[in-house]
């Protein structure tokens, strides 16, 4: 995935959506980010510095780190959900907003399909709208599939 790209929600609402690998900032700076990373981010583990090539970071911002290791669902199912239920009403409430993951891929474009399931979208629609508007790749593995549907269960 490369630099940011702006999505806009089914029901509504920009994100910013973008690879922390391809090391490009956006301008201007999002009022709040959400980084989907199984490590710190002032603190890559080794295959996140290698293989991905990210290196230790401290957003200026105010930010939120879901642990979400690359290739899964997040560890915390229910924490990531009162997360994106947050992060759904700051969009809607008109903040500047962006979702990163390393590439850019498969948890950014989880979350993405995410919010949308939020906002009441069928997540076999969220997926494919992700795919349409995103990116033709987002939603990697099957459990991360199986995430957008047990997020209904953690909606209240």
């Known amino acids: 995935m490369n630099g940011p790209k702006t999505v806009t929600l089914p029901a509504g609402g920009e994100v910013l959506a973008r690879g922390l690998r391809a090391g490009v900032l956006p301008e201007p700076p999002p009022e709040f980010g959400v980084y989907l990373l199984g490590h710190p981010l002032d ?10 090539g990210l290196r230790p970071w401290t957003p200026g911002w105010p930010h939120l780190r879901i642990d979400w290791p690359d290739f899964s669902p997040p560890r915390r199912p229910e924490e990531a959900a009162a997360g994106l239920r947050d992060t759904l009403a700051r969009i ?3 903040e500047r907003v962006e979702i990163a993951c390393g590439g850019g891929r498969g948890r950014t474009g989880t979350a993405l399909a995410a919010l949308a399931v939020l906002q009441g979208t069928a997540p ?3 997926v494919t709208w992700v795919r349409t508007a995103y990116d033709a790749k987002a939603v990697e593995t ?3 599939h199986r995430f957008l549907h047990q ?3 953690h909606q209240q």
Not at 43 to 52: D, G, Q
Request: net charge positive; charged share 25%; proline share 5%.
């Open 43 to 52: 603190r890559p583990n080794l295959y996140a510095r290698l293989l991905v």
């Open 151 to 153: 997020l209904l269960q």
């Open 92 to 94: 809607e409430r008109g």
């Open 124 to 126: 076999a629609d969220a």
């Open 142 to 144: 099957r459990a991360q």
